[in-house]
């Protein structure tokens, strides 16, 4: 558990990331570089929403930059949480995989619709990209589609 005051990131785009925080209690701001070198707010999250599955699942650099509007807390899971359980279901890991495909591409259409910068515009890596990516993360063997 992290207390987080007011106005300090607790994460910022482009950072080295590998873990998520969920919301427990306070409101965020979510920032996004924008084509202009500016960051933009395009969210807010109240307790209970969770950010940084990307990093967490595959070692990516933070999308967003998270601000506290007022002193929040949040919880974090890190790789070292994460890992030990995807080691006996590496199901999940595969399912996890398909979650960050599909949730990608949702991304890809909301920042094109914000005018996010040109480098996130490209196409999307097909979902076995993703499944690959967190397997090797997490030095899972290779595996197929989840049934």
Same mark, same amino acid.
């Given at each position: 558990?992290?207390?987080?005051?007011?106005?300090?990131?607790?994460?910022? @785009?482009?950072?080295?990331?590998?873990?998520?925080? /969920? %919301?427990? *209690?306070?409101?965020?701001?979510? +920032?996004? #570089?924008?084509?202009?070198?500016?960051?933009?707010?395009?969210?807010?999250?109240?307790?209970?929403?969770?950010?940084?599955?990307?990093?967490?699942?595959?070692?990516?650099?933070?999308? @967003?930059?998270?601000?506290?509007?007022?002193?929040? /807390? %949040?919880? *974090?899971?890190?790789?070292?949480? +994460?890992? #030990?359980?995807?080691?006996?279901?590496?199901?999940?890991?595969?399912?996890?995989?398909?979650?960050?495909?599909?949730?990608?591409?949702?991304?890809?259409?909301?920042?094109?619709?914000?005018?996010?910068?040109?480098?996130?515009?490209?196409?999307?890596?097909?979902?076995?990209?993703?499944?690959?990516?967190?397997?090797?993360?997490?030095?899972?063997?290779?595996?197929?589609?989840?049934?």
């Amino acid at each position: 558990q992290h207390f987080c005051p007011a106005g300090v990131p607790i994460v910022r @785009a482009g950072d080295e990331g590998s873990s998520l925080f /969920v %919301v427990v *209690e306070g409101l965020l701001r979510v +920032l996004r #570089p924008m084509s202009d070198g500016e960051e933009r707010q395009v969210d807010q999250m109240a307790p209970g929403a969770a950010f940084g599955e990307f990093s967490l699942l595959t070692g990516a650099p933070r999308s @967003a930059t998270i601000v506290p509007q007022g002193d929040a /807390v %949040v919880y *974090e899971i890190t790789k070292d949480d +994460l890992e #030990p359980i995807l080691k006996r279901r590496q199901d999940l890991a595969d399912r996890l995989g398909w979650i960050l495909a599909q949730r990608q591409l949702r991304r890809k259409r909301e920042e094109h619709i914000l005018g996010a910068r040109a480098d996130m515009q490209a196409a999307s890596p097909p979902a076995q990209v993703w499944l690959e990516r967190v397997r090797a993360f997490f030095g899972l063997g290779s595996n197929q589609r989840p049934s």
